[in-house]
């Protein structure tokens, strides 16, 4: 029942096929009405919560299915490709989500005693029994966007309690490794900070280790623990998911795009490119943009 009553509030605000960026920061919801349309994104730090329909997210080689029984916790900036599995237009998928804000974390850490340790690593995606303070949390926080006057004073106090929820949780010790500097995550965290702002570039494993404050060897362990990929994958999907924004937005050849994100061989870019969406830049940018309100992230 408590997922039935955050389900009716992200429908009412959702009332289209998409990713909504509400009023109230960091909280976006979701709405989609059709399965099996996989969808290519860079997931950032979150919480997600489905409150209908179902989902399965690929991370590299893992694969990880929820639904309204588990939240789901994003710890980094994490290159995805989602797939809703359960949805119709009478019964559409929907999903809240809020971002987490690592300032604000640190600050409830501060004034909260250290009741669990930080893990020390981990996939980058978990999920977790989605309890019913959590559930009524999020529920909550998104009928404020139907209070405009109230959500500025009381949003952030329902956010913070979520984050609490989320601290004193199953997810406690993940919850503040992220917010702690020298945690794994937070380590991992800078490499992929790094590769986000440079992934045009070629880079070392050395490099990435110094900036992660590791050595080479544990380096590489712990970042292909955290995202089921090797750094030079993982730079691999965001180039590639750049190029494909590009000749979407941009209506630019492949060659042009692949020279714009790093590529020095066309040829090499586009038999990337197959491989990771499944057609040819050409063939796979007509399709996207005669397929009606196709969402670029979900």
Same mark, same amino acid.
């Not at 790094?194 to 380096?219: C, D, I, N, Y």
């Given at each position: 029942?408590?997922?039935?009553?955050?389900?009716?509030?992200?429908?009412?605000?959702? $009332?289209?096929?998409?990713?909504?960026? &509400?009023? +109230?920061? *960091?909280?976006?919801?979701?709405?989609?009405?059709?399965?099996?349309?996989?969808? /290519?994104?860079?997931?950032?730090?979150?919480?997600?919560?489905?409150?209908?329909?179902?989902?399965?997210?690929?991370?590299?080689?893992?694969?990880?299915?929820?639904?309204?029984?588990?939240?789901?916790?994003?710890?980094?900036?994490?290159? +995805?490709?989602?797939?809703?599995?359960?949805?119709?237009?009478?019964?559409?998928?929907?999903?809240?989500?809020?971002?987490?804000?690592?300032?604000?974390?640190?600050?409830?850490?501060?004034?909260?005693?250290?009741?669990?340790?930080?893990?020390?690593?981990?996939? !980058?995606? &978990?999920? /977790?029994?989605?309890?019913?303070? +959590?559930?009524?949390?999020?529920?909550?926080?998104?009928?404020?966007? !139907?209070?405009?006057?109230?959500?500025?004073?009381?949003?952030?106090?329902?956010?913070?309690?979520?984050?609490?929820?989320?601290?004193?949780?199953?997810?406690?010790?993940?919850?503040?490794?992220?917010?702690?500097?020298?945690?794994?995550?937070?380590?991992?965290?800078?490499? +992929?900070?790094? %590769?986000?702002? /440079?992934?045009?570039?070629?880079?070392?494993? &050395?490099?990435?280790? *110094?900036?992660?404050?590791?050595?080479?060897?544990?380096?590489?362990?712990?970042?292909?623990?955290?995202?089921?990929?090797?750094?030079?994958?993982?730079?691999?999907?965001?180039?590639?998911?750049?190029?494909?924004?590009?000749?979407?937005?941009?209506?630019?050849?492949?060659?042009?795009?692949?020279?714009?994100?790093?590529?020095?061989? $066309?040829?090499?870019?586009? *038999?990337?490119?197959?491989?990771?969406?499944?057609?040819?830049?050409?063939?796979? &940018?007509?399709?996207?943009?005669?397929?009606?309100?196709? $969402? %670029?992230?979900?």
């Amino acid at each position: 029942m408590i997922h039935a009553s955050l389900a009716e509030q992200i429908a009412r605000y959702a $009332p289209e096929d998409g990713i909504i960026d &509400t009023a +109230i920061p *960091r909280l976006s919801l979701v709405r989609w009405s059709q399965g099996a349309v996989p969808v /290519h994104m860079l997931q950032r730090p979150a919480l997600c919560i489905i409150a209908q329909g179902a989902k399965q997210v690929m991370l590299g080689d893992k694969i990880v299915a929820y639904g309204p029984s588990d939240y789901l916790v994003a710890s980094l900036d994490l290159p +995805i490709t989602g797939m809703v599995t359960q949805a119709s237009v009478d019964t559409p998928y929907l999903c809240f989500c809020l971002y987490l804000d690592v300032e604000l974390l640190s600050e409830l850490l501060l004034a909260m005693p250290t009741a669990t340790a930080s893990t020390d690593g981990g996939l !980058g995606l &978990t999920l /977790h029994p989605a309890t019913d303070e +959590i559930v009524d949390a999020a529920t909550r926080l998104t009928a404020l966007l !139907g209070a405009p006057q109230d959500a500025a004073m009381l949003a952030p106090l329902v956010e913070r309690e979520l984050l609490f929820r989320l601290i004193t949780g199953p997810t406690g010790s993940l919850i503040r490794s992220i917010a702690k500097g020298d945690s794994r995550v937070a380590q991992i965290a800078r490499a +992929i900070g790094w %590769l986000k702002a /440079h992934f045009r570039e070629p880079h070392s494993g &050395t490099q990435l280790a *110094r900036l992660a404050g590791m050595s080479v060897s544990s380096f590489h362990a712990h970042f292909r623990q955290a995202t089921a990929m090797t750094p030079l994958q993982y730079q691999k999907q965001l180039r590639l998911q750049e190029a494909r924004t590009l000749m979407m937005a941009d209506r630019i050849a492949a060659a042009e795009a692949a020279d714009r994100v790093g590529y020095e061989s $066309p040829s090499q870019f586009s *038999r990337e490119y197959r491989r990771l969406f499944g057609a040819p830049p050409q063939r796979d &940018t007509v399709h996207l943009r005669g397929t009606i309100g196709a $969402p %670029l992230a979900i």
